[in-house]
């Protein structure tokens, strides 16, 4: 980087955040098209009663908050409620990943889903969220102009990466051809096409910018690779390493984690048919790790709002 790059770069407000999607191993089930498992296994679904905590601690031994994407049905369960509210008590933010997690929504475009999961979210914890995230890092063309009149103030569904979309077509085909269909779609490709700083989209087209109300708050892709919990645990540190130092100028940065990213099937007793989802497979305090060494190196010298409290 020369001289005047780096003024340049200090000058700007640059910025973290730590969001998480809290999305029920049903919803894996349905990727993996396995059969739905026990009813204990949703009654005390681990995403909820251990991720929730330990996504809470990382944050503590970092002195960040974060963001949680609830699944609104979810919250039928008391454990689940206990979670959530001792989450939001610490100070981290509650958003909505809409109420069923259906993976067409960005088709469908059922205005309930995202109604009944903020329902939810109010009842059980007496906070509306004003941010939202789409299934499946899609949007469609008709979801965004849903959101202002239910309150919401930022979306933070894209994620820049055509090699995750190209990554994804390639797993769904192989899927279908071997009679085991996911709940899983594609998209528009250009959804993979967005700016990878916080914009203002268009609300039709939401890869573009435009006049929406909203905020848009992308995920972040340094090297077009989504950067994700499981990304991180599955690359280990070398992996880690290259992604902090290609993200060191970067103006934002946002990981994603997902529950699953802090749990595995064998300290947490999981069904081995999960084991579908790789990064299950790694224990969950050898992937804490690697999240905090990412995320020390990479909030040094930046601001670490929850995504709620992100202005343009
Ligand atoms: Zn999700």
Redesign the pocket.
Known sequence: MSRSDTVLVSLMKRRFALSI?L?PLS?YRNIYALPQGLQTERENDPVYTKAIPRFCELCDSLGIKGTL?I?GESLDQPNSVQSASQAAEAGHELAN?THN?HYDLSKTAKEEQITLCSDAIEKACGIRPVGF?A??YLLGSSLLPLLPAEGFRYDSSVLPSPAYQGLKASVLTLMRLLGRPSASILGDPREALVPSVPYRPHPHRPWRRGMSSLVELPISAPLGLPLTGGLLALGGRPLSKVLAARLASAEWVQLEL?GVDLLDLVSDGLDPALGAERSLRIDWRKKMGLYRAFIEKVIEGREVPRLCDVKL
């Open positions: 999607d999305d919803c994407f699944v990943h997690h995230r299934p499946g997902h």
